[in-house]
């Protein structure tokens, strides 16, 4: 089957960039579309068979819809969530636990790993022994030892790892990614990167037993005092995903309460907020904030380069904008991706998170079908995890600035 491509410069999504970027639509074609109409690997049956533990944000994906994959088994500790996975992908197939799925060793190529943090590590080990490749929710790990226990896995075992990040497929940041590299900004020499994520009302965080922060059965969920920069990634995808750089060094700082939430923290972390200058392997500055106590939302960066600068939407305060210098300054939509020949036909529609679902769920799919590496493998995963880690210490000792350890043999 020959890759279906389309070129048409009638296309809205192409339209709208090459407005936007003011790029020619020569330079455009192979940075903007790259997609897909597969032929499958001979490695594979028809489909890809796709294991799927943890039935919250687990059961938010198209895997369903992938014209080369089916939810072959599917696991929660939950009934409620177990239904939830039956009802969502279609399978029948159902487990109490991931353990008791092992035990069973359905048929199955790949697995997609949607538990608590820290168990990543642990069950991205599990599926490799079994053979499966995996996609992992973010972030990639909780510590440093497990970052190299998770470089270990991938390298000893040469199965393919992708981690779910939703920043890297929002239309923000595809289109920075496409204008750096069609040398549109010339160099980044700022990068600012935020995620915020309100906790909202303090009492009902107490009180309201159904939200996120308490499980059934009364006890505190995984998400009671995390640490801010421990959950960096989608602010700083807005740096790996674009530049490709590296953060080697960082300084951080926090400001907290006297809440619960953080005074009986499991993580002994006392900040709502923290905020943390990164110097990149490129050089350059990157700000990254990661605020759970903010009236505000979003998951958003905007870049400055010597020739041009953009900025994602800011909730209620402004649409994206691109400042380049031959062009008028101003606000510009930005490019429906989601709806473009990037994709399989069936996941062209909009989905969480910046319409970033439909990408994750094609490209880890693709990556498998053709057997070629997927976006967003171990190392730049960990280059959006490890950061973070690191620079939450510095916060805790004063903003001390700190190494980053590398994992990726390519750089440095
Ligand atoms: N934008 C994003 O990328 C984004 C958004 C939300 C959540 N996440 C990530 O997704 C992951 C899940 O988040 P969530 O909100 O769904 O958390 P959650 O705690 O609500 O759900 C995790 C589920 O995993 C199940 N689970 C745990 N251990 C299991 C086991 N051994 N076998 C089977 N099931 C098991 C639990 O029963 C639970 O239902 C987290 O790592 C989180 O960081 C990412």
Redesign the pocket.
Known sequence: MAPERRDDPSDPSRREFLQLSGLSAVGLSAAALSWVGVACSSDFGDKIRLGV??????ASFFWHEHPHCEVAAA????AD?RQRLREKYGCDNL???????IDAQPALDAVAI????A??VK?TRWAFEQGWDVI????ACTSLEEAAELAQLVESSGRKYMM????HYRAGCILARNLYREGAFGEIFYTEAEYYHDRGDLDRVLTDKTT?WW?PDGSR???WGYPPLA?P??ALSYLVSVTGERVERVSALGWGGDHPFLTESLYQNPFWNESALMATSGGHMLRCNVFWLVAGEG?RAQWSGEHAALYMPKHGLHEAVSHVRTQQPGPRQLPRYHESDMLPAPLRHPS??GH?AVFLTAEFINALVQNRAPEIGVYDALAMTVPGLVAHESALRGGVQLEVPQFDPTHG
């Open positions: 533990v943890g039935g919250n944000f687990g696991t929660d500790l939950r969530r487990y109490d636990s991931y353990e008791a799925l949607f538990s608590p943090p168990d990543h069950h992992s929710a973010v972030p779910a990040e939703t920043s996120r499980e969920s995984w998400r959950y990634t989608h998951e969480h998170h970033s």
